[in-house]
């Protein structure tokens, strides 16, 4: 990797002569094969952005020029060519690279990302912030086809589209068609044509100078020749965009020549290109969504079928096998996902139901609005959705779903931490964001089969109810093929103890056991964060010394907050500690290592006891003498 090794930043590769790209290319993209194989990580999504990520560092001023990658899991050519290759052996890991781009990690990293769609609306403002200082810059979005599914990317282009002197160029690099023959040598031509420097110039001399009819037929012989290529092309040109394209994402004798022409224009600039996840791996091409997000693998084998979890199903899997289960039961059982099909575990379900599921994109908002429409018509819709992207439809939940009262039951997967995506992908605040909506009813699952009869209580309440699931398996809990509900609004007892009551959230309960059993103290399983079991929370301070509540949620309004707005309500004074996740936002990491740090493992739980209430230990021995 001679050429790949003598790149530590983008000047270094700005120095090498253009017929030396396509070999850096190669080299590239086997270091991303062997990299993300040793770590795991995002691999279809970057080996299909090499050319391009190479493409723009070598034409653009990174990074005075600035550049903001979509959702941002096709940014690990970019952090390998922006001085950052040595590093990449703790992509993901505690203390190592973020698997997105991050600002306090590289000047380069311009804009934090991970949700999608957010980069058009980001680059706007920098571009407006170059304007505003008087600076000649550029601002660069790369967004994928599937994040232009998002309100916010339109809403974003509508803004910029009115702003005709901004350095501004947004590329949709889209992945989900393959190269069509359009994709060719002269749809390469047209590309070069239209973002030509000098077709820009014709085009303004000559709105300045033809008769409005004459004007007229050049716009539509303009707009015929770019429909040849691709009809929607106009789509983008009513927003005020430049369109250029589409061209082969793969192709640097195409790229950076339009790149070029395209840097040397003002104005909103769009360029479309082509390419193929997957790029370069033939198991990835053949598989991009298996290789999308991958564990550690033996890139010369491939992935192996995993192996069987001994029984014990992912909460995710026991979300789906419900579903198939409770539509067959109610043909009225609609599910909804924002483009997150295999990740919240609805596969079957489109099999079984076709007719009755529905991926309306990354558009969070409108699947919940979506679902209040269905819900108002006597549907019962389902919404499968994470924790961290229901939170961009918090007004959607709020406005069309709660405040009318209406029957939509929400499944929050990765609720809780989630590990190697870290801070932007972690469910630490649906808790503390859901619990203060009036009419919305909130429950956390601490084993597989409590998670299934929550999502039928939740299912059967006449109101907007939700269920939270951490990520992965939970303790092994064997789970009942019937529709069961549970007791509504109930916790229950789990341990014995005295002096001190531990009260439990979802998948808090394991770990307060185990510290529970150490400690001599009462252990019970919450169950329900609203409406809280109020009762059960007085009876424990009655009997109690001291109560502990421990949650993997913030603390911040969480549901330690709500037993002490109880026990403050019902004018009792009890000495109270509450655990949970501290007020940062927690990087990725191993998930267990991450629980631990947070003292939020039986050990963490039990020491934090035992500091804030220092006699509790002898406590513990004189009740066993």
Same mark, same amino acid.
């Given at each position: 990797?001679?050429?790949?090794?003598?790149?530590?930043?983008?000047?270094?590769?700005?120095?090498?002569?253009?017929?030396?790209?396509?070999?850096?290319?190669?080299?590239?993209?086997?270091?991303?094969?062997?990299?993300?194989?040793?770590?795991?990580?995002?691999?279809?999504?970057?080996?299909?952005?090499?050319?391009?990520?190479?493409?723009?560092?070598?034409?653009?001023?990174?990074? $005075?020029?600035?550049?903001?990658?979509?959702?941002?899991?096709?940014?690990?050519?970019?952090?390998?060519?922006?001085?950052?290759?040595?590093?990449?052996?703790?992509?993901?890991?505690?203390?190592?690279?973020?698997?997105?781009?991050?600002?306090?990690?590289?000047?380069?990293?311009?804009?934090?990302? =991970?949700?999608?769609?957010?980069? /058009?609306?980001?680059?706007?403002?920098?571009?407006?912030?170059?304007?505003?200082? +008087?600076?000649?810059?550029?601002?660069?979005?790369?967004?994928?086809?599937?994040?232009?599914?998002? +309100?916010?990317?339109?809403?974003?282009?509508?803004?910029?589209?009115?702003?005709?002197?901004?350095?501004?160029?947004?590329?949709?690099?889209?992945?989900?068609?393959?190269?069509?023959?359009?994709?060719? *040598?002269?749809?390469?031509?047209?590309?070069?044509?239209?973002?030509?420097?000098?077709?820009?110039?014709?085009?303004?001399?000559?709105?300045?100078?033809?008769?409005?009819?004459?004007?007229?037929?050049? $716009?539509?012989?303009?707009?015929?020749?770019?429909?040849?290529?691709?009809?929607?092309?106009?789509?983008?040109?009513?927003?005020?965009?430049?369109?250029?394209?589409?061209?082969? +994402?793969? %192709?640097?004798?195409?790229?950076?020549?339009?790149?070029?022409?395209?840097?040397?224009?003002?104005?909103?600039?769009?360029?479309? /290109? /082509?390419?193929?996840?997957?790029?370069?791996?033939?198991?990835?091409? @053949?598989?991009?969504? $298996?290789?999308?997000?991958?564990?550690?693998?033996?890139?010369?084998?491939?992935?192996?079928?995993?192996?069987?979890?001994?029984?014990?199903?992912?909460?995710?899997?026991?979300?789906?096998?419900?579903?198939?289960?409770?539509?067959?039961?109610?043909?009225?059982?609609?599910?909804?996902?924002?483009?997150?099909?295999?990740?919240?575990?609805?596969?079957?379900?489109?099999?079984?139901?076709?007719?009755?599921?529905?991926?309306?994109?990354?558009?969070?908002?409108?699947?919940?609005?979506?679902?209040?429409?269905?819900? *108002?018509?006597?549907?019962?819709?389902?919404?499968?959705?994470?924790?961290?992207?229901?939170?961009?439809?918090?007004?959607?939940?709020?406005?069309?779903?709660?405040?009318?009262?209406? %029957?939509?039951?929400?499944?929050?997967?990765?609720?809780?931490?989630?590990?190697? !995506?870290?801070?932007?992908?972690?469910?630490?605040?649906?808790? =503390?964001?859901?619990?203060?909506?009036?009419?919305?009813?909130?429950?956390? @699952?601490?084993?597989?089969?409590?998670?299934?009869?929550?999502?039928?209580?939740?299912?059967?309440?006449?109101?907007?109810?939700?269920?939270?699931?951490?990520?992965?398996?939970?303790?092994?809990?064997?789970?009942?093929?019937?529709?069961?509900?549970?007791?509504?609004?109930?916790?229950?007892?789990?341990?014995?103890?005295?002096?001190? =009551?531990?009260?439990?959230?979802?998948?808090?309960?394991?770990?307060?056991?185990?510290?529970?059993?150490?400690?001599?103290?009462?252990?019970?399983?919450? $169950?329900?964060?609203?409406?809280?079991?109020?009762?059960?929370?007085?009876?424990?301070?009655?009997?109690?010394?001291?109560?502990?509540?421990?949650?993997?949620?913030?603390?911040?309004?969480? =549901?330690? *907050?709500?037993?002490?707005?109880?026990?403050?309500?019902?004018?009792?004074?009890?000495?109270?500690?509450?655990?949970?996740?501290?007020?940062?936002?927690?990087?990725?990491?191993?998930?267990?290592?991450?629980?631990?740090?947070?003292?939020?493992?039986?050990?963490?739980?039990?020491?934090?006891?035992?500091?804030?209430?220092?006699?509790?230990?002898?406590?513990?021995?004189?009740? !066993?003498?």
């Amino acid at each position: 990797m001679n050429l790949l090794q003598a790149i530590d930043d983008p000047s270094a590769l700005r120095r090498l002569p253009r017929a030396q790209l396509e070999p850096l290319a190669r080299e590239l993209r086997q270091f991303l094969l062997e990299s993300v194989a040793r770590t795991g990580g995002h691999l279809s999504s970057n080996l299909g952005t090499v050319e391009l990520t190479i493409a723009l560092h070598y034409v653009f001023d990174t990074p $005075r020029d600035r550049i903001v990658w979509d959702v941002g899991h096709q940014s690990y050519g970019h952090k390998v060519l922006t001085g950052r290759r040595e590093r990449m052996g703790s992509l993901r890991q505690q203390g190592g690279l973020s698997g997105f781009p991050r600002r306090s990690e590289s000047v380069y990293d311009t804009f934090g990302t =991970a949700h999608s769609s957010t980069s /058009i609306s980001a680059a706007l403002g920098m571009a407006q912030a170059a304007r505003l200082c +008087g600076e000649d810059r550029h601002a660069v979005a790369v967004i994928g086809d599937g994040a232009m599914s998002a +309100g916010l990317a339109y809403e974003a282009m509508n803004n910029a589209g009115i702003a005709g002197d901004l350095r501004l160029l947004v590329i949709l690099n889209d992945n989900e068609m393959s190269i069509s023959p359009a994709v060719g *040598a002269l749809s390469r031509y047209l590309a070069r044509l239209l973002s030509s420097h000098a077709v820009a110039a014709a085009k303004q001399a000559g709105q300045a100078v033809l008769p409005e009819p004459v004007l007229e037929v050049a $716009r539509r012989l303009e707009e015929h020749a770019k429909g040849m290529v691709l009809p929607a092309a106009t789509l983008f040109e009513h927003f005020g965009f430049d369109y250029v394209g589409p061209i082969d +994402g793969h %192709d640097l004798d195409a790229l950076v020549p339009t790149l070029e022409n395209l840097r040397a224009r003002t104005g909103p600039q769009f360029l479309h /290109i /082509i390419t193929k996840k997957g790029r370069g791996y033939k198991l990835a091409e @053949a598989e991009p969504t $298996r290789y999308h997000g991958t564990g550690k693998f033996d890139h010369a084998l491939g992935l192996t079928a995993p192996a069987p979890a001994a029984g014990k199903p992912s909460y995710t899997e026991v979300f789906g096998d419900w579903l198939c289960d409770m539509a067959a039961a109610d043909p009225r059982l609609v599910g909804i996902t924002p483009a997150m099909r295999e990740g919240s575990g609805l596969v079957r379900f489109e099999q079984l139901y076709p007719e009755r599921y529905f991926d309306v994109g990354i558009a969070e908002q409108h699947a919940v609005t979506f679902a209040g429409g269905l819900a *108002a018509e006597g549907m019962k819709p389902v919404v499968a959705i994470y924790s961290t992207f229901l939170q961009r439809a918090y007004d959607q939940l709020i406005h069309d779903v709660a405040l009318q009262d209406l %029957d939509v039951t929400f499944a929050i997967d990765r609720a809780g931490l989630v590990g190697a !995506d870290g801070a932007t992908h972690a469910g630490n605040y649906d808790i =503390a964001y859901l619990r203060c909506v009036p009419n919305m009813v909130l429950m956390a @699952a601490s084993d597989e089969n409590e998670c299934r009869r929550m999502l039928s209580t939740a299912y059967r309440h006449p109101g907007p109810a939700a269920v939270r699931f951490p990520r992965g398996t939970g303790p092994g809990v064997a789970v009942e093929e019937t529709l069961e509900e549970i007791a509504f609004g109930r916790g229950e007892i789990r341990h014995e103890g005295r002096g001190t =009551a531990i009260l439990a959230f979802g998948s808090m309960l394991a770990p307060s056991l185990a510290a529970g059993r150490t400690l001599g103290a009462t252990v019970a399983n919450m $169950r329900f964060i609203k409406p809280l079991d109020g009762e059960l929370v007085l009876r424990l301070a009655r009997t109690h010394a001291r109560l502990v509540t421990v949650e993997e949620g913030c603390l911040m309004g969480g =549901a330690g *907050a709500a037993v002490a707005e109880a026990l403050a309500a019902a004018g009792v004074v009890k000495p109270l500690l509450m655990l949970g996740l501290p007020d940062i936002f927690v990087q990725h990491g191993d998930p267990a290592a991450l629980l631990a740090a947070a003292g939020l493992d039986a050990d963490g739980i039990a020491a934090a006891i035992r500091r804030r209430f220092p006699d509790e230990q002898g406590r513990r021995v004189a009740n !066993d003498s």
